[in-house]
Nanobody, 115 residues
């Protein structure tokens, strides 16, 4: 069972990135999947989540309207499209999944937004 996050990088303020989270060993369509982030010296915070069954989405207030979470069940992959990035979005982003067989999370991917 593995979640593989990718897509991070260095981008200027106002730029965009797409994070991907590919699952292996289980199928995402039975799981609620999301992203959290952690910046140096700060607590971990939930960014976005999409539910397993009706695809209801949640967004942290500060990213609503800029970030979009989606999933491709055929590819067993979840995406986080991040637009109009701000320096305060700089953090390591982690994807997670929770469902029938437990909770899983992957290694992080670094997102750095320069001003």
């Amino acid at each position: 069972v593995q979640l593989q996050a990718s897509g991070g990088g260095l981008v200027q303020s106002g730029g965009s990135l797409r994070l991907s989270c590919a699952a292996s060993g289980f199928t995402l369509d039975q799981f609620t999947i999301g992203w959290f982030r952690q910046a140096p010296g700060k607590e971990r915070e939930g960014v976005s989540e999409i539910s397993c069954c009706d695809s209801t989405t949640y967004y942290k207030e500060s990213v609503r309207g800029r970030f979009t979470i989606s999933k491709d069940n055929a590819k067993n992959t979840v995406y986080l499209d991040m637009n109009n990035l701000k320096p305060e979005d700089t953090a390591v982003y982690y994807c997670y999944a929770w469902g029938p067989s437990g909770a899983y999370w992957g290694q992080g991917t670094q997102v750095t937004v320069s001003s």
